[in-house]
Structures are given as C-alpha cells and as structure tokens.
C-alpha cells in the first residue's frame, strides 16, 4: 500500500506525534528517558520498556509531570528484549493501556563490554551481540506486527552508534562494535521489507534454515519506515568511569566540535524521524557525532 506524500502537514507539525503511541526500548536508560519526554512534549503517548523493574524515581516523577502537561500518557513496563515470551507477555499488558496504536518505536536498548580481542570472554561476546542485534531484530519485528494489526503505517529508529562505523580509538570493544554495524544493516533490511511489502517477490524457498517456505504472496501493509540514528559518544552516568581514565578528553579531541555530547541533543534527531519531517526517509542512518565520523 503506497502512502501519499504528506504535503498538506503544516510546517510547525513536522516534528508533531500526536494521536500515536511510541515504544521507547531501554527506556529506563539516558538516552531512552531523555527522547522519550520529549515524544511526550511533542503530543506522543509513550511505553517506556526495559530489563529494570522501575525506573529512577525521580526521572519517573519528571516524565509523568511531562505528560500531566502535555496531555499526553506514559507508560513503563518491565521487559527483556532477548527474550520473546517477555515480549510477549509484555504486549499482553500493554495493549490494554493504550490510547492510541502504537506508530513508533525508539529501539535504545543495549549493552557495551571492554575486552582485548584475545582475551575476550566468549560468553560475553555472545550476550552483547544477543542484546543488540537479536534483541533491537526481537522488538523491531513485535511493534511491526503490532503496526500491521492496527493497520496502521509507522516509523522504526534503531539507535546504532558511530562505533557501527569506525573503532574507537583508546577502547576495545570488538563485540559492540560490530553489533553496532549490523543494526545499521538492519534498519536497510526491515525498510526494505516494511515500506512496500507489494514489491517483494512473492514466495520464499526451502532450505537448511528457511524450515517455512511459502509461496503465496504476503500481506500488504501501510508502509513502516526504518532508519537508524548514529549517535557519537554521549555524557551519561556510564561514561563516569571513561572519565576517570582521561578517555571523554580524548573523545572530544576526535570530533570537530571538541566536545562529547549529551543525552538532550538527540532529542531533535528521533522526534524529526518519528514524525512526518522524515516521510520520505527509510533504510538511512542518520550521523549525529559532532563530525567524528567525517574526520
Ligand atoms: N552512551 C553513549 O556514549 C552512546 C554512544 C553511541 C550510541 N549509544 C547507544 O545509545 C543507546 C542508549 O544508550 P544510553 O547511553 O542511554 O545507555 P543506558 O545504559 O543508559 O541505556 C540502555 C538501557 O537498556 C537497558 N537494557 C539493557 N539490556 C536490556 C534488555 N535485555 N532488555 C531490555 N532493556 C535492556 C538498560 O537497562 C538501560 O536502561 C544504546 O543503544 C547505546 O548503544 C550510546
């Protein structure tokens, strides 16, 4: 189902979200609370999602009072993103709460680990590529299906890193690193399946690992964008312990504004690729690291 162009949208409701629902994962964290008040200050309703089983009581207190004020709802729910059932049931305690379908999704949820390439813990390795690649692929695919219930057309933002790009200098993270790199070429593929689905050639062949072949043609859906948003280093409470080795000084040398940033300048990014601003933007990453990327 092709969508129109959106030209009648007034310019000053480009980066509006009002009448939809928007799935924050790792919504207990810095950057998922962050971007998440700002949906509720941009007419959103939100479902803050995350492995802890409440968030920071006195960030909850400013979320609440943020949608008190805007008229709008939060929402918070315990899940892990690696595990279905969790998802699962979690949607089964959602649904019932909503006011409105669920339209976006905010995929934050992850974890980083430092390790020398040779000593790197196996078992390590493996949760952190569990967490951010099955886990954003976990939850992306519950809010698509979601989306084609309502039948209603969506907007994905997988938060992926400069470090999907390029290797950090001054820390080993292999396992992030890469896991990074492949929610980049996630967000190419569940665009390319999810904006048009008429355009997919029908069927799907047998084989070692496709146990479900099929050749009829699939449904067809209003479109769901995908894109990813590529954020450089960021100041949060995590980054307390990179401070002590001298690691942020060094951070901010790398990029052109000679600075690290902070959690609120990724507010713009996400609500502008939620909302009608971005209507012809899917399959992209969206590059907000101060320049580091590009020196
Ligand atoms: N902080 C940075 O410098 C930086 C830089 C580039 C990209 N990013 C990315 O931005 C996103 C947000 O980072 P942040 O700084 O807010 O980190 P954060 O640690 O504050 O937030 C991540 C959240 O994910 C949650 N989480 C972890 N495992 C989970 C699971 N299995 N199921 C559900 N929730 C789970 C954590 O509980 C946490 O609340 C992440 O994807 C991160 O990789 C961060």
Request: charged share 20%; aromatic share 6%.
């Amino acid at each position: 189902m092709t969508r129109p162009a959106p030209s009648h949208v007034a310019t000053g409701d480009l980066f509006r979200l009002e009448e939809r629902t928007v799935l924050i994962s790792g919504g207990a964290g810095a950057v998922g609370t962050t971007v998440g008040k700002a949906i509720l200050e941009s007419g959103g309703d939100v479902v803050f999602v995350d492995i802890v089983a409440q968030p920071n009581t006195d960030t909850w207190k400013a979320i609440e009072e943020a949608a008190r004020l805007n008229n709008t709802k939060a929402i918070y729910q315990q899940l892990d993103v690696q595990d279905e059932d969790s998802i699962t049931s979690a949607f089964l305690a959602i649904n019932p709460q909503l006011r409105h379908s669920i339209r976006g999704l905010v995929s934050c949820a992850a974890i980083s680990g430092e390790s020398d390439a040779c000593d790197y813990p196996i078992a390590t390795f493996r949760k952190i590529l569990d967490v951010n690649i099955t886990g954003t692929f976990l939850i992306a695919r519950a809010v698509a299906k979601e989306m084609h219930r309502a039948n209603v057309p969506g907007s994905i933002v997988l938060i992926a890193s400069i470090s999907g790009h390029i290797s950090n200098h001054g820390i080993n993270t292999s396992a992030y690193n890469a896991s990074k790199a492949a929610v980049h070429q996630l967000a190419r593929s569940l665009a390319a399946e999810w904006g048009h689905p008429q355009n997919t050639f029908p069927g799907s062949t047998q084989s070692a690992t496709n146990s479900n072949p099929s050749t009829e043609s699939r449904g067809v859906y209003p479109p769901i964008r995908v894109n990813a948003i590529s954020p450089g280093h960021i100041d949060t409470p995590l980054s307390e312990e990179a401070r002590k080795r001298g690691l942020t000084v060094e951070w901010a040398r790398q990029n052109m504004l000679g600075r690290i940033s902070v959690a609120e300048e990724y507010r713009a990014p996400v609500l502008f690729l939620l909302g009608e601003g971005s209507s012809y933007m899917t399959g992209a990453d969206l590059r907000v690291d101060g320049g580091h990327c590009a020196w």
